[in-house]
């Protein structure tokens, strides 16, 4: 497991969580990551360079629980994308 979380609140973060390796960055979480879970609207969430994300993840799957993403952006990046809260194009 792997989370990243910004210094403001890594130290409580620890103290909480155990087996999880912290990082400094976004793209640090990322690297080698099966799957990434967007739990923050923090500006460094909002401005990933998606092809950068692409190439970073074993495989490329996000779920965004603050919708940060456009749906279609995230498939022509080639990334696997989940979102919470909004209809499917198809009216589902």
């Not at 973060?13 to 400094?24: D, R």
């Not at 099966?34 to 909002?46: S, Y």
């Not at 965004?64 to 989940?82: F, H, K, S, V």
């Amino acid at each position: 497991v792997q989370t990243c979380a910004l210094p403001i609140c890594m130290d409580e973060a620890k103290k909480m969580l155990e087996g999880v390796t912290f990082c400094e960055r976004a793209y640090d979480a990322m690297t080698g990551a099966d799957a990434a879970a967007i739990l923050t609207e923090w500006n460094e969430f909002r401005s990933l360079d998606l092809a950068r994300v692409k190439q970073l993840m074993r495989q490329p799957v996000v779920v965004d629980l603050r919708n940060l993403y456009d749906p279609d952006q995230m498939a022509e990046a080639g990334i696997a994308y989940t979102c919470v809260g909004r209809r499917r194009k198809n009216g589902h």
